[in-house]
Every structure is written in C-alpha cells, then in structure tokens.
Nanobody, 116 residues
Framework: EVQLQAFGGGLVQAGGYLRVSCVVS????????FNWDRQAPRKRRELVAR???????YYVDSVKGRFTISRDNAENTVYLQMNDLKVEDTAVYYC??????????WGKGTLVTVSS
C-alpha cells in the first residue's frame, strides 16, 4: 500500500521559516514527480511547487525565491523549505506523487499557519 504522510507544519510568525516533509512508503520516490499543493480557507487548491524525476523544478510566482522543493531518494522523502513566510502562505499543504506509470498518490496534508 502506497502512503504519503506530510508533516512539519505549525504556527510561525511572518518572516519566519518552516520545512514540511512528505514521507513516502510503499513505493520508491525514484519513480515519482512530486507536487506540493496548498489550500487556504475558502480558497481553491493551488499548485505551489513541483519537482520531476530529473529534479527539474517549478514554482508558482508567489513563492519564487522563498520556497525550495527537494527530494531525498535515500530517505524516500520530499521536502518543501519555506522561507520568509507571509500571512497569505497560511494553508494546508499536500504532497502528491505523480508516478511515471500513470498513477497518482496523495495523503493528508499538514497545516501551516503564519501569523502577522
């Protein structure tokens, strides 16, 4: 059974930083590209960052220069380093494995709250 568990969220002041992690079991992340999405209260879910199997990355404009997505294949974990956090970054953050064999896997998110 493939499981993704996101953790590392919490409460941080604006300007602070957090690193959220996505620990994957049941499948090697070597075969996955990963998305970090977020959903803020009363807003649509949006893609924040993406990393493909070749470590090419993409960021939505609002987080460029502040967020960094990375992967540790040995730990089977994907990270999202978030620096200079803003109140508008408050959301539940989700990770999704988009496998090279065409299946997507996702788990529960982790809540990030940024206070002013």
């Amino acid at each position: 059974e493939v499981q993704l568990q996101a953790f590392g969220g919490g409460l941080v002041q604006a300007g602070g930083y957090l690193r959220v992690s996505c620990v994957v079991s049941g499948v090697s992340i070597n075969g996955c590209g990963f998305n970090w999405d977020r959903q803020a209260p009363r807003k649509r879910r949006e893609l924040v960052a993406r990393i493909d199997v070749d470590d090419n990355t993409y960021y939505v404009d609002s987080v460029k220069g502040r967020f960094t997505i990375s992967r540790d294949n040995a730990e089977n974990t994907v990270y999202l380093q978030m620096n200079d956090l803003k109140v508008e970054d408050t959301a539940v953050y989700y990770c999704t494995c988009k496998s090279i064999w065409g299946m997507d896997y996702w788990g529960k998110g982790t809540l990030v709250t940024v206070s002013s």
